[in-house]
């Protein structure tokens, strides 16, 4: 089997887990930047683009702001569900047969744990990236 390495695991492991690593890292990075260096909170809207600003917005609920709720109960609730998901996702990633596959696997687990951190740190996912017409 090709890209199948002992017990199953993915022969690629080592790059996916890397790319997971390097997002985390990034997202933190950019994130603490943004909130404490550039003080985005007190610019406002900052044009970058024709297309795309930065605007600071805490998420407490999931994508596109679904299920927001500030109750603690609703915070516990989706951090059990982002680590289930980050484990299935993970179990995916080792298993996976492509480096492609692996790789966005890994790109994908380094965003939910960042947010995850994002979520236990603050009590909601630190947003930023306005893309508009």
């Known amino acids: 089997m090709e890209g199948v390495g002992s017990f199953g695991l993915n022969a690629h492991l080592r790059p996916g887990v890397i790319a997971a690593v ?4 990034l997202d933190q990075l950019t994130k603490l930047w943004l909130l404490y260096v550039f003080d ?4 406002g809207a900052v044009t970058v683009t024709s297309f795309f600003d930065l605007v600071l917005a805490w998420n407490p609920g999931i ?3 679904w299920f927001q709720n500030d109750g603690t109960t ?14 299935v996702l993970a179990v995916w990633m080792a298993r996976s ?4 596959a692996t ?9 939910a ?10 009590g909601a996912v630190v947003d930023f990236a306005l893309f508009h017409v």
């Open 40 to 43: 985005i909170a007190h610019r």
């Open 74 to 87: 609703a915070q516990i609730v989706l951090m059990l569900v982002k680590a289930v998901a980050v484990i």
């Open 63 to 65: 994508s596109f702001g």
């Open 113 to 122: 744990i960042g947010n995850a951190i994002d979520r236990f740190a603050y």
């Open 103 to 111: 790789l966005a696997l890994g790109l994908i687990i380094g965003g």
């Open 97 to 100: 047969r492509t480096l492609l």
């Open 22 to 25: 390097a997002v985390l890292v």
